[in-house]
């Protein structure tokens, strides 16, 4: 099926649609994501804090993205990657956005015990963390990179994940990445 990379809101259901993609058609899985939670708890620190210290630092984004990079030359195939930047570093990959409502993505990441490296608090704290992190990622892709990850032209798909099930929205990526 070659590449399929999943962006988008965070709390959409990009690392729990990516992996039943994996579960359904046996693609292998890659989270940047998880890559920069093990960063920033490993610094004792949360997402948002070392988002903030990306901005004057490249050397996370650089380890991550080079191996993005390599993906357009290395073979690598049949793969699912859960990442914020996939789509632009991938130029060869079925690039996917999916979207949330606000309170429902703070409503998801407030009920997910997994997520231990990111801010925690009542549903109004995540939303307000959620909001800034996806802020200040956002204005770090653009100073870095040139990359609007908001503009959602640059995807094949853009789906709203609000009041789809992960199977619903698996689904539809797999039907439209073939």
């Known amino acids: 099926m070659a590449i399929i990379a999943i962006t988008g809101d965070l709390g959409s259901g990009k690392s729990t649609v990516a992996k039943r993609i994996c579960e359904i ?6 989270s940047t994501g ?4 093990r960063i920033a708890k490993e610094r004792g620190i949360d997402t948002l804090q070392l988002n903030k210290e990306c901005r004057g630092d490249k050397s996370v984004d650089d ?7 390599a993906m357009n030359t290395d073979g690598t195939d049949n793969i699912v990657l859960d990442s914020r930047l996939a789509w632009f570093f991938v130029k060869k990959s079925f690039k996917v956005y999916l979207k949330v409502e606000p309170k429902i993505a703070a409503q998801r990441v407030f ?4 997520r231990t490296s990111e801010p925690t608090g009542d549903t109004m704290q995540v939303l307000n963390n959620l909001l800034e992190r996806k ?5 770090r892709f653009k100073q870095f990179y040139n990359a609007d990850c908001l503009n959602l032209d640059n995807y094949d798909l853009v789906l709203d994940t609000s009041d789809l099930s992960v199977d619903e ?6 039907s439209a990445a073939r």
């Open 135 to 139: 802020k200040e990622e956002n204005e």
């Open 169 to 174: 929205v698996a689904g539809r990526i797999i």
């Open 34 to 37: 998880s890559i920069q939670r």
């Open 25 to 30: 058609t046996g693609m292998e899985y890659l």
């Open 111 to 114: 009920k997910d015990d997994t």
């Open 63 to 69: 380890l991550i993205d080079n191996r993005l990079r």
